[in-house]
Antibody, heavy 118, light 106 residues
Framework: EVQLVQSGAEVKKPGESLRISCKGS????????ISWVRQMPGKGLEWMGR????????NYSPSFQGHVTISADKSISTAYLQWSSLKASDTAMYYC???????????WGQGTLVTVSS | SYELTQPLSVSVALGQTARITCGGN??????VHWYQQKPGQAPVLVIY???NRPSGIPERFSGSNSGNTATLTISRAQAGDEADYYC?????????FGTGTKVTVL
């Protein structure tokens, strides 16, 4: 069974750093890209970027380039999304998802809620 | 940047047909995918590459894509179909989601 299991909810202060994770199982982790998707409270889905776990090649949405870093450790089948300095506007649910044929997300993680508040 | 426009909301009577549109410039030349998201849950893929259903998705869900509009059709709507629906395409190596449509079953 394909599963993407994300790390738990986080509460952070502005200016702090954060890394959240997404562990894949039930499939060959290096055979599929992983996408990260943001959903702000009460809002729609926004694609942030993707990573090829086989070589850690990344591709970011222009809206998120420079604001977050996507990485992966294929030895433990885990992808990461990180911030060096959080802002209140980063408060959102973040989903990872498996990208099938580089085209559509066929499996999703359960989401990680990030709350940034002073 | 490429934009996908969806109606904010669609209402459908129980057992009737709902059609959700997704408008974009020459969207017919792209592969369109559709996701269903129920409150408090992660999105679920319901249609991929315009008109294909993943395993486990009822035949009541179908899709089409031509010209400047892609459409997700939900036949014989059930209460469990109430959700937000998003279309999605790729444009210039960037994934784009539609604005989302809330479907209400009356």
């Amino acid at each position: 069974e394909v599963q993407l299991v994300q790390s738990g909810a986080e509460v952070k202060k502005p200016g702090e750093s954060l890394r959240i994770s997404c562990k894949g199982s039930g499939y060959s982790f290096t055979s599929y890209w992983i996408s990260w998707v943001r959903q702000m409270p009460g809002k729609g889905l926004e694609w942030m970027g993707r990573i090829d776990p086989s070589d850690s090649y990344t591709n970011y949405s222009p809206s998120f380039q420079g604001h977050v870093t996507i990485s992966a450790d294929k030895s433990i089948s885990t992808a990461y999304l990180q911030w060096s300095s959080l802002k209140a506007s980063d408060t959102a649910m973040y989903y990872c998802a498996r990208l099938s044929h580089g085209d559509y997300e066929d499996y999703w993680g359960q989401g990680t809620l990030v709350t940034v508040s002073s | 940047s490429y934009e996908l426009t969806q109606p904010l909301s669609v209402s459908v009577a129980l057992g009737q047909t709902a059609r959700i549109t997704c408008g974009g410039n020459n969207i017919g030349s792209k592969n369109v995918h559709w996701y269903q998201q129920k409150p408090g849950q992660a999105p679920v893929l319901v249609i991929y590459r315009d008109s294909n259903r993943p395993s486990g998705i009822p035949e009541r869900f179908s899709g089409s894509n031509s010209g400047n509009t892609a459409t997700l059709t939900i036949s014989r709507a059930q209460a469990g179909d109430e959700a937000d629906y998003y279309c999605q395409v790729w444009d210039s190596s960037t994934e784009v989601f539609g604005t989302g449509t809330k479907v209400t079953v009356l």
